[in-house]
């Protein structure tokens, strides 16, 4: 491997022949996904790997009139090299860099949009501590996905990226926290908030980096950290709270410390979990419903995006207010199209991620966790009845099953409700519309030999009952 300096006094034809490199097209389909760039580094990503990326993509950029390219990383051991390698490799293309260092994946989306430049993060968000990753985005935080940029860039890695000619683009470095923190200040009034004591698991990930800097500066909150040590190896439990197991000791720091709230993040923080001050979750579906209503109270007649999976509250809700609800696939890439196709104010996911126009149609999970400490501090009642108003359904949660042929358990289910569904549609995977009310929804993962199941109701006793009778099919 070559530091920028030694590339630079190599010979042109050496030069060359650093950038085309040709690789086979199982390992890089294995790396280059539908919405990022994600693998096992030392095994499916190192640095020549990453330089041959980003050499492809800074042809990409430089061919839409692209001048510099902005870079952040996590706290794991492998993004620094990682990420300097990808400078390198965006430099040899002639743009220039802008390297913010230490960063959250929303903390990328602001610096992309505040500079109106390209942007990369390096980050596996929360995968294991062996993984890394890439997560790419035009100017203004637009996506870079298959259809967008990344099948282009899975050629040229293949076949290998042609060099370029011109004169190497320059690097320089920029602190951008403060920045991200006063513009998310702007956009949720905190001023009139009551004192909150607000418990807060970062999971060893950024949010123990963004935190401080966006919440512990408002004298009105008291902050009850909870692993905010950066640590990409996760030594106390995995960032992912999307997985309750996670949640636990959140919930446990909530009691013992009586916080109104309790707030846990990824390992990249782009996405937020709220507990309440019981430490029981709040679903991302309340959330979604909670923060859309104080941005239709802003825009009267807005439209918002919520993926199909998440619940029924949602879409009522915001048909209720004078909103138009509009569905989409499961999928940062989908949210992110339909929120720029149309205009909408703000998206929600039921994996917790919030999609906001006012950001640049990019997702934040600061920004929703600061709607939601603005709505609690405004009056004097607790989290729990709070959220009991946007939760008028119960729900199971994703239920992961692996099969070995999901198109054969799919249908097996399909025939065994063909008489008492209401309506069947096939936006993403299958959803079953029932007669009480009730819905499920089954998707194939795109990467894993898995059938996802989501099951809502009126009742967890309904919910329950569907959940057996369904996994009964499916697991069969």
């Known amino acids: 491997m070559h530091s920028a300096t030694e590339y630079d006094r190599l010979p042109g034809a050496t030069r060359v022949s650093l950038m085309t490199v040709a690789r086979s097209a199982e390992s890089v389909h294995a790396v280059i996904k539908a919405y ?19 050499g492809s993509f800074a042809r990409l950029m430089r ?58 993060m390096f980050t596996a968000s929360h995968n294991p501590a062996a ?36 004169a190497r683009g320059s690097a320089t470095e920029a602190d951008l926290l403060a920045d991200y923190a006063a513009f998310l200040h702007k956009l949720v009034d905190l001023s009139g908030s009551r004192p909150l004591r607000i418990a807060v698991d970062a999971g060893n990930g950024m949010g123990g980096f963004t935190v401080p800097a966006v919440l512990g500066t408002l004298p009105q909150f008291t902050i009850e950290p909870l692993f905010f040590e950066l640590d990409g190896t996760f030594p106390n439990h995995e960032a992912n709270p999307l997985d309750p197991k996670n949640l636990v000791d959140l919930q446990a720091h ?20 709220v507990v309440d001050e019981k430490g029981d979750p709040v679903s991302p579906s309340a959330v979604t419903a909670l923060v859309a209503e104080r941005e239709l109270a802003k825009e009267p007649g807005a439209t918002v995006i919520h993926n199909l999976i998440t619940s029924k509250a949602v879409p009522e809700l915001v048909t209720e207010l004078g909103g138009t609800p509009v569905r989409t696939r499961v999928g940062h890439s989908f949210i992110k199209q339909q929120m720029a196709a149309t205009g909408a104010i703000f998206g929600g996911e039921h994996s917790a991620h919030y999609y906001f126009r006012d950001f640049w149609g990019a997702d ?9 400490l603005a709505a609690l501090g405004e009056k004097e009642r607790p989290m729990s009845e ?10 199971s949660g994703e239920i992961n099953s692996t099969v070995a042929d999901a198109a054969d358990r799919t249908a097996a289910v399909l025939d065994a409700f063909g008489k008492r569904a209401q309506n069947v549609d096939r936006l993403d995977g299958v959803t079953v519309n029932l007669p009480d009310g009730a819905w499920f929804n089954l998707r194939a993962s795109n990467t894993e030999p898995l059938l996802r199941l989501n099951v809502e109701a009126r009742s967890q006793e309904e919910v329950d009952a569907l959940v057996t009778e369904i996994l009964s099919i499916v697991r069969a």
């Not at 994600?38 to 980003?54: L, S, Y």
């Not at 390698?85 to 989306?109: K, M, N």
């Not at 050629?155 to 990226?161: D, K, P, Q, T």
């Open 386 to 395: 709070l959220a009991s108003a946007y939760s008028s359904y119960a729900a």
């Open 131 to 166: 993984y890394n990753g890439i997560k790419l985005c035009r100017a203004k935080a637009l996506p870079v996905g298959q259809d967008t940029g990344l099948a282009t860039i899975s050629e040229e890695v293949i076949a290998g990226v042609p060099a370029y000619d011109g």
């Open 254 to 273: 909530v009691r013992k410390t009586g916080a109104d709230i309790g707030l846990a993040f990824d390992g990249d923080a782009d996405r937020c979990f």
């Open 364 to 372: 934040s999970g600061m920004l929703a966790a600061l709607h939601v």
């Open 36 to 54: 990022d760039v994600r693998g096992v580094v030392g095994e499916q990503i190192d640095a020549d790997f990453v330089r041959d990326v980003a």
């Open 63 to 120: 061919g839409e009139g692209a001048k510099r390219v902005v870079i952040g990383h996590d706290m794991r051991d492998s993004s620094p090299e990682l990420s300097e390698a990808f400078a390198d490799g965006v430099q040899s293309q002639g743009l220039d860099v802008v390297h913010i260092g230490l960063a959250s994946t929303d903390e990328l989306y602001f610096a992309s949009g505040h500079l109106d430049c390209p942007g990369a």
